[in-house]
């Protein structure tokens, strides 16, 4: 599975979009990105994935560049209850295969009042 | 119950005794999973099973022993375990396809092992 970048930790304050970058320079073509979170002690929470198109959800946007080399999980307006470490996982998925998820350190999103 | 349950929520064993972690999945999944979680670490995969038979075992010591009966119930038997055993035991479940697909996993809340 392709090696993920991401930055150690963010501030954001509330009600703002909270953007979080994520480098995956080696991604192959039929990688995934995945997006997860953990809130404190908590099992982590699926929010969004995507291939090559940009994704929406109840929970987030996820924008992947033309050349999938990175990405960003966009939280639309960032409230206290975000704030956790988000994980992105690229993610090799065949025919009859359970892809692993490789968690890596994630970023520690902080919002602030 | 929905989702993914986990129990007990909190566990404190002796290095000597015998104990489960027992994982049930509500979301009529044929794939599921253990993870550990030791502190200030990222998560680690255990074991996967897949329609009832595991697939992947990454190097996990045999004092940690894995159980599927069933596609909806997964456990994890613990025996003669160490300190540093101690952990947060993540379950998942996923849907896995025979075709070029996505499967989402989707995680329990974790039981707190505490080895003493």
């Known amino acids: 599975d392709a090696k993920t970048t991401q930055p150690t930790s963010m501030d954001c304050a509330e009600g703002r979009a909270a953007n979080l970058p994520c480098n995956h320079s080696?991604?192959?073509?039929?990688?995934?990105v995945y997006w997860y979170r953990q809130i404190h002690s908590q099992g982590p929470q699926y929010i969004i994935h995507?291939?090559?198109n940009n994704e929406t959800n109840e929970m987030a946007s996820l924008i992947i560049t033309e050349d999938r080399k990175s990405s960003t999980l966009i939280l639309p307006h960032a409230t206290l209850r975000d704030t956790a470490v988000y994980y992105c996982i690229v993610r090799f998925y065949g025919s009859g295969n359970t892809g692993k998820l490789i968690f890596g350190q994630g970023t520690t999103l902080q919002v602030k009042p | 119950e929905t989702g993914v349950t986990q129990t007990p929520r909190h566990l404190v064993m002796g290095m000597t005794n015998k104990k489960s972690l027992k994982c049930e999945q509500h979301?009529?999944?044929?794939?599921m999973y253990w993870y550990k979680q030791s502190a200030k670490k990222p998560l680690e995969l255990m074991f996967v099973y897949n329609f009832k038979e595991q697939t992947e075992n990454n190097s996990v010591p045999s004092r940690f022993s894995p159980e599927c009966p069933n596609s909806s119930h997964l456990f994890l038997h613990l025996h003669t375990l160490q300190p540093e055993d101690s952990a947060l035991y993540l379950c998942?479940?996923?849907?896995?396809?025979?075709?070029?697909?996505?499967?989402?996993?989707?995680f329990g809340p974790g039981t707190r092992l505490t080895v003493l």
């Open positions: 995507g291939l090559k």
């Open positions: 979301l009529g999944h044929n794939a």
């Open positions: 998942a479940s996923s849907q896995v396809g025979l075709a070029v697909s996505t499967d989402t996993q989707y």
């Open positions: 080696t991604i192959s073509g039929n990688e995934y």
